[in-house]
């Protein structure tokens, strides 16, 4: 696909910009975006590091200043020792143990980024049955805990029943 602009060079930036439900598509060659970019004063390009560790300083600084002046600080992950001012800057963790190091750090973050702590995205074709089973599973269980506090114990032997039944299709 050529540049929409020069029609020259191939398009390498796609933009799509969605205003009061129209939408509309510019396919555009570094040379033209970074002349489109200039010209309606957008600055320098955002990448996503710079989004990250903009959306982080806000969250840290608030909680650090909450905080006694050396309580906390210089927290860094005992696995690939990472510290926290590098996390801070750069906007990536450096191992998969650096989310359990960092946990009180990143929740806020996460909130903040996703409105919620908990994954609600999509889930692969081939697990999709297992992942529907397993929450319907969870919902039971709290459904079966609250019908004991209850004390409610026909509903709970029906629902540790079911319980039963979903978990052997489970394995």
């Known amino acids: 696909m050529l540049c929409e602009r020069c029609k020259q060079r191939p398009a390498s930036v796609h933009y799509t910009e ?11 060659c570094e040379v033209c975006a970074w002349e489109a970019q200039k010209a309606f004063g957008m600055g320098t390009p955002l990448n996503l ?11 840290i600084g608030a909680q650090e200043s909450g905080k006694d002046a050396g309580t906390d600080r210089g927290l860094s992950c005992t696995t690939c ?18 989310y359990r190091h960092f946990g009180e750090r990143l929740e806020p973050l996460l ?4 409105g919620s702590t908990r994954h609600t995205g999509k889930v692969p074709q081939r697990s999709r049955q297992k992942y ?28 540790r029943d079911e319980i039963k039944k979903l978990e052997q299709g489970l394995t």
Do not use: W
Not at 18 to 28: A, D, I, P
Not at 87 to 92: A, C, E, M, S, Y
Not at 132 to 154: D, H, I, M, T, W
């Open 18 to 28: 969605v205003v009061n439900n129209r939408t509309t598509h510019m396919h555009l």
């Open 49 to 59: 590091h710079s989004f990250l560790v903009g959306l982080m300083s806000p969250v």
């Open 81 to 98: 020792g990472l510290a926290e001012e590098a996390f801070v800057k750069q906007g990536l963790l450096g191992c998969a143990d650096c």
């Open 111 to 114: 909130r903040r980024i996703h």
């Open 132 to 159: 529907r089973l397993v929450q319907e599973v969870e919902r039971l269980k709290a459904e079966l805990s609250a019908a004991v506090e209850r004390e409610e114990f026909e509903r709970a032997a029906e629902l």
